[in-house]
């Protein structure tokens, strides 16, 4: 059995605002064990980074407030940790990456230097340990001539370099969870291959657990061991990767698979989006937050809230039609009137 | 102003980035006249004691006895900027007026930048309920004509030209300190801030190594063109008697002896008002030119 390294159980951060008070995150459960990778799915607004940050200890309170749940780390609770345990924590146990490398590296410091500064700030190393740790690690993520290039500045890198050199200075303490926040969206496709390569690659040499945050199903299939889907600050549906792929249990899920391009299913051209808009988090919609957008949606949607519910063993998803018999992805709207009666 | 950008055919390739400023600044005349000018100063000022016909700045050397018989008299080759009505030389009361103007235009400036800095980072770092009080105490400064604020002070403080610089350092802190107080919001803001918190880098180093750093730009800037109007007060409050004390040389007491005898005697005005002037120009220009040169955005066509 590996070790658990992070539990987040029914974690909800609200957030008080002028206009009213947000859920960001709303009864999400998860878990991850070393070496796993978990791949959090989801439109913008869904609650994905704001579950990333409060793992890290980083949402800003106020505005953001923990109304409820936790999140362990190795069994201890983040969200009652002390200031001064959480940035020893940050970097050194769970280190994260950002989703634009353009603006994630300081401009006015040598790309070596920031590698550097987690040795520095968490190891006690000194400037010179730290400098030459610096150019291995910018040479274990693949930059060519690292000696040399930790010694450019940020605007000498290219793109795709600076995410290797973001993926170099979460790595450089070797922390036991590494949570990568849209890696790839701001790079070009290929070199999105080339990075999610680069973290396999790295996971299977250092055993850290993954969590990928991502509004690209494509990229989860990928890498990920285990999937969440998050809709509108809740979890909608839990599984295994093959799971969400193949048996995805909630409509939500279904719509996400229809919107993406396929090129190994045959006839599969058309891309079929998900119909409307995320709601709203100050107002949502009564009922399942989906409803408006659901083309099964019942009557018992609208008034009442989905729990979470097992379809099969860690495969949950929050629908009230969920596992029913003859309720699966490509059966006709309409079918749920007479499943769920 | 900027100056007509000369384009090099082949842009050498930087190892720094004040490497790259220098170069862009290199390329500006105006700021490169202006900082030609400064250092001109300088010199002039530091060396003074080597070869000015009065020696100003050490009264044993002066030659009293003859004073009286140069009063007033008109530029010649022996004094090329002509005497005052003391007879006194007005070329060496510049060159040594110079000390008094760039020591209080730079030790004002300090004084402001310290405050303004210290200030600035605590409003824009911590905000809140600090950036309030911090702020409504620079629109408590700013409220106060400039002028009058600094005669009450030196009323306080008494004349003296210490008492001038620390007046003039302790008025120009609300202008420093919003300036920092809005480029380090911007910076807060920035990825790599947030990066550096997820590094587990603690307030102070995030502060000193990430944030200062790149919110200093404007700083610089607004600092170079402050030593301006600093040299620009001290001769404002000088000329106005609540300044530097006589016989000390300072510019804007030299105007104000000059006041009597604008027709009879125009030099007597004219040099010292073409010294403060240039120097002020000359500071206003090089901070024009820096803030080009250290302009991140203009960087990338470099």
């Known amino acids: ?341 | 102003m900027r100056a007509p950008a000369v384009t090099t055919p082949v842009a050498p390739t930087s190892r720094t980035l004040w490497g790259d400023a220098w170069r862009r600044l290199r390329r500006n005349k105006l700021a490169m006249a202006g900082l030609v000018w400064i250092v001109f100063m300088v010199i002039l000022a530091l060396s003074a004691d080597l070869w000015v016909p009065q020696h100003f700045g050490d009264p044993e050397r002066i030659d009293t006895e003859n004073l009286l018989e140069l009063q007033l008299q008109s530029p010649s080759a022996v004094h090329p900027f002509g005497t005052d009505r003391l007879g006194r030389d007005i070329l060496s009361r510049i060159v040594y007026g110079a000390r008094i103007s760039l020591t209080v235009g730079v030790l004002a400036t300090s004084i402001s930048i310290v405050l303004g800095l210290f200030f600035g980072a605590l409003s824009g770092y911590y905000g809140k309920i600090l950036d309030t009080l911090i702020m409504r105490l620079a629109d408590v400064f700013f409220a106060f004509p400039y002028i009058l604020f600094a005669i009450a002070l030196l009323a306080v403080l008494g004349r003296g030209y210490q008492n001038v610089f620390i007046a003039i350092g302790i008025l120009g802190w609300p202008s420093i300190a919003r300036v920092f107080r809005s480029s380090i919001l911007s910076v807060k803001e920035s990825e790599y801030v947030d990066a550096a918190r997820v590094l587990g880098a603690g307030d102070s180093r995030i502060m000193v190594r990430h944030i200062m750093p790149n919110a200093i730009a404007p700083i610089i800037v607004y600092a170079t063109m402050s030593i301006g109007s600093a040299i620009l007060a001290e001769a404002a409050l000088s000329f106005l008697g609540m300044g530097v004390t006589p016989p000390t040389p300072s510019w804007g007491l030299m105007l104000s002896e000059a006041r009597g005898f604008l027709f009879s005697a125009p030099w007597l005005m004219i040099y010292p008002g073409a010294a403060i002037l240039t120097t002020v120009l000359a500071f206003v220009l090089m901070g024009d030119g820096l803030r080009d040169a250290l302009d991140v955005k203009l960087k990338e066509e470099g």
């Open chain 1, 1 to 341: 059995m590996t070790e658990r390294l992070l539990e987040v159980d029914g974690f909800r951060m609200h957030f008080s605002t002028r206009d009213g008070v947000v859920k960001a995150v709303d009864d999400v459960s998860f878990t991850l064990d070393a070496g796993q990778t978990l791949g959090v799915v989801g439109e913008s607004g869904s609650g994905k980074s704001v579950t990333a940050l409060s793992i890290m200890g980083l949402v800003p309170s106020p505005p953001g407030e923990v109304v409820g749940g936790d999140i362990r780390f190795k069994g201890e609770s983040i969200c009652a940790m002390s200031e001064e345990r959480m940035r020893h924590v940050r970097g050194n146990s769970i280190a994260m990456i950002f989703q634009d490398p353009m603006t994630s590296l300081n401009p006015v410091f040598r790309v070596g230097r920031q590698v550097a500064e987690s040795l520095r700030v968490h190891k006690g190393a000194s400037r010179a340990e730290a400098d030459a740790q610096a150019v291995e690690l910018l040479d274990l993520v693949g930059i060519p001539h690292a000696h040399e290039r930790a010694r450019d500045y940020p605007h000498e890198f290219s793109g795709g370099m600076r995410q290797r050199a973001m993926i170099a200075m979460a790595l450089a303490c070797d922390p036991d969870i590494l949570i990568a926040d849209e890696p790839t969206t701001a790079l070009d496709v290929t070199i999105q291959a080339q990075i999610i390569e680069l973290m396999e690659a790295l996971q299977a040499r250092t055993g850290t657990a993954i969590i990928i945050i991502t509004h690209d199903l494509g990229v989860v299939a990928d890498i990920a061991d285990r999937v969440l889907v998050m809709y509108a600050g809740r979890p909608v549906e839990y599984g295994t990767a093959e799971e969400i792929f193949y048996r995805p249990a909630h409509p939500y899920t279904w719509g996400l698979h229809d919107s993406l391009p396929r090129h190994d299913v045959p006839g599969k051209s058309v891309l079929r989006p998900i119909e409307g808009q995320p709601p709203s988090l100050v107002d949502l919609p009564g009922g399942c937050a989906f409803h408006p957008r659901c083309p099964h949606a019942t009557g018992r949607c609208r008034t009442e809230v989905p729990e979470p519910r097992d379809i099969h063993s860690g495969h949950k998803a929050a629908c009230h039609y969920a596992g029913e018999p003859g309720f699966v992805r490509g059966s006709e709207p309409g079918a749920t009137r007479e499943v769920g009666a």
